[in-house]
Antibody, heavy 120, light 108 residues
Framework: EVQLVQSGAEVKKPGESLKISCKGS????????IGWVRQMPGKGLEWMGI????????RYSPSFQGQVTISADKSISTAYLQWSSLKASDTAMYYC?????????????WGQGTMVTVSS | EIVLTQSPGTLSLSPGERATLSCRAS???????LAWYQQKPGQAPRLLIY???SRATGIPDRFSGSGSGTDFTLTISRLEPEDFAVYYC?????????FGQGTKVEIK
């Protein structure tokens, strides 16, 4: 079964760093892109960026460029989303998702989401 | 960046009725690159339609997508109780692959 399993919920303080993960299984991890999508409380979906674990080619939405870092470790089939200094406005659910084929494909496989809460 | 505008914001219907959801793009989107997702409370989104009109694996045929250029439609022919949810369109012809703001289909 193809699946993406994300790390658990996090509660952090403003200014702290954080790295959340998304582990792929049931498919060739290096052959598919992995994207990250933010959903703030009660709000819609926002495309953050996408990475190709095969060669670490990474693309960011201008809204998130410089705010987060997307990476992947193909040896353990895991993609990451990280912050160096969290803000309260980073409080959201974060989903990883796999496009059907190329980067220009719909997301057909989704992780269960990681809730990040940033509060002093 | 392509902006997607969904309408209406909320659709109040009864089970068995037909739902018609609209997604309008700020510039032309090749129909190969338009998707629809369903999201229920507390769950991750689920892909319903890709390529504007192709149903994803396991999606019932009461869901259909159509459209081209800047105007796209998701139709649910007869609403089942499990269809009451929020629906998002997404374009992925350009990066970033933007989403619409969502349409909530609620029970009337």
């Amino acid at each position: 079964e193809v699946q993406l399993v994300q790390s658990g919920a996090e509660v952090k303080k403003p200014g702290e760093s954080l790295k959340i993960s998304c582990k792929g299984s049931g498919y060739s991890f290096t052959s598919y892109w992995i994207g990250w999508v933010r959903q703030m409380p009660g709000k819609g979906l926002e495309w953050m960026g996408i990475i190709y674990p095969g060669d670490s080619d990474t693309r960011y939405s201008p809204s998130f460029q410089g705010q987060v870092t997307i990476s992947a470790d193909k040896s353990i089939s895991t993609a990451y989303l990280q912050w160096s200094s969290l803000k309260a406005s980073d409080t959201a659910m974060y989903y990883c998702a796999r496009p059907k084929n190329t980067a220009r494909s719909a997301f057909d496989i989704w992780g269960q989401g990681t809730m990040v809460t940033v509060s002093s | 960046e392509i902006v997607l505008t969904q309408s209406p914001g909320t659709l109040s219907l009864s089970p068995g009725e037909r739902a018609t959801l609209s997604c309008r793009a700020s510039q032309s989107v090749s129909s190969s690159y338009l998707a629809w997702y369903q999201q229920k409370p507390g769950q991750a989104p689920r892909l319903l339609i890709y390529g504007a009109s192709s149903r994803a694996t396991g999606i019932p045929d009461r869901f259909s997508g159509s459209g081209s250029g800047t105007d796209f439609t998701l139709t649910i022919s007869r609403l089942e109780p499990e269809d009451f949810a929020v629906y998002y369109c997404q374009q992925y012809v350009t990066s970033p692959g933007t989403f619409g703001q969502g349409t909530k289909v609620e029970i009337k």
